[in-house]
Structure formats: structure tokens, C-alpha cells
């Protein structure tokens, strides 16, 4: 009797030992489940206050960058993409103008520069215009007032047929070259060639009030004066004979008139 009583106590602490043990662990693991939830969220704020510091410092990047081109004398042009444009159109008819470009255009970049950043160019462009920038070699397939337009092989290079319907005077292409469109998204003109601010002022006028439809544009331009004061034109160097038909130079041992050489490019798909 007195061994049967010895071997019930030490089952029932048996048991006792077991079950203590097993809340132990059963605790052990809520804790360790706390703990890496805890983990979890702190490492997933920590992300979003290092993505937060990221976007602030991108904004204050563009505040910066837009008041060193302010303080510069430089604008912004709200630029519009093609395959936007006809949307916006429906949002609010505007005349569109379209600067075609090319990368290697070294005018075209003179143009962003010394016009396109003028402050009241960008302006007046912003409140009464789409502007558009197109690059007149891309190879993108787009599609514009249900018609499709590719691009074609050409010359060195080539152009996209969009771009050559905008922009094409009597067939040839240069860069830079500056469409504009009426309110229907058809062309009323093309106007190749670099354009200081003060002249391409008057140009935006022209066309962008309207005076287009009663009157050449050489008369408009001899009634209007720009607020903007007109400077040198920036120089090209290596063209700078370009427009001096009687000019002429040794090529291969012959004689090549400059001008003739140039159209010859131009005929190409040179600027």
C-alpha cells in the first residue's frame, strides 16, 4: 500500500512537470510570435519613412532646379507628347505648335536654349498653345486622327511619316523645324530654320491669334513689336558660310558650291 501511494505521488508530479513544461514553451512562442510581428512592423515603417525622405527629396530637387531656371532668366515649357494631344484637344481646343527635332540637331538644341526657355515664351506658349516636342527620327509606330504613321528609312537616317506630314516644305525636311496646328489638328504652316526669341514671338502671335487667316505674315511682323529685345543670333561654326551662295570649297581636289552641297544634304535628310 505504501508503494502504491509512492509510485501515484511521483505520476501525478510526473504530470505536474509536463504540463508546466508545455505552458512554458506554449508562452515561449506567443512571446517569439510578438517579437517578430513586432519586428515586422517596425522594419515595414522604417521603409516607408526612407521612402517618404526619398520623395522629399526629389520635390525639393524640381523646386530647386525650377528656381535656378528661374533665377537664370530660363522658362518652362508645358511640353505635351503626341499621343497625348488629341485628348487634350478634347479638354480644351487650342492651336498646337510642334518643334521637330532631331538628336543630333546642334540648332535644335541652340533653340531649346536661347528661345524655348525664354521666360515669356514659355508663357504665352503655356496659356495659348499645346506645345509639342517630336523627335522626327523616332522609330515608334503611332497613330494620329485614325491614321497610322511609321517610320521610313531614309538618307542617313531616315523620319517618321508624321513628322514629315507636319513638317515637309515642298518635300524636304530640316531641323529644326516648327509646325503649327489649328484647333481641327490640321497644319497651317511650317517654318524651318533657328528662331530667336524675339522673332519667334511674333510668330507665336501670327498664328496663335489668328492673324494668320487675313494677312501674310510678313505684314503682321512689320506692324508688331516684340516686348522681348532682339539679340545676335548664336553662331555655328562650321556653318557659318552656309548662307553665301558664291562661297565655294576644295573638296577632293574640285571645287564645291556650298549651297549646292547643302540642299544636297537637305534632299537626304540632312538639316
Known sequence: MKQFTILLAAAILSCFVMSCGNTGGETATA?????????????????????????????QQNKNTKSKAA???????????????????????RPVM????TDWCGWCKKMDKATFQHPKIAEYMNKNFYAVKFDAETKDNLKFKGADYKFVPAGRKGYNELAH???????????????????????IEAISGFKQAADFDALLKFFGEDHYKDQKFNEF??????????????????????????????????K????????????KGGS
Not at 519586428?39 to 520635390?59: G, H, I
Not at 533665377?71 to 481646343?93: H, Y
Open 31 to 59: 512571446k517569439t510570435d510578438s517579437s517578430v510581428s513586432t519586428k515586422t512592423e517596425l522594419s515595414s515603417k522604417a521603409k516607408k519613412a526612407v521612402d517618404q525622405r526619398k520623395t522629399d527629396l526629389k520635390s
Open 221 to 254: 511682323a512689320a506692324n508688331y513689336t516684340s516686348e522681348i529685345p532682339k539679340q545676335a543670333p548664336p553662331t555655328n561654326r562650321r556653318r557659318t558660310n552656309a548662307g553665301n551662295k558664291n562661297i565655294k570649297v576644295q573638296q577632293n581636289g574640285q
Open 71 to 93: 533665377a537664370e532668366g530660363g522658362g518652362n515649357v508645358d511640353w505635351v507628347s503626341v499621343t497625348d494631344l488629341e485628348a487634350k484637344m478634347k479638354e480644351e481646343p
Open 98 to 101: 510642334v518643334d521637330l527635332y
Open 165 to 187: 506630314k507636319w513638317g515637309n516644305r515642298n518635300g524636304r525636311m530640316g531641323y529644326p523645324t516648327i509646325a503649327f496646328l489649328d484647333k481641327n489638328l490640321d497644319r
Open 256 to 267: 564645291i558650291d556650298v549651297q549646292k552641297l547643302l540642299e544636297q544634304q537637305r534632299a
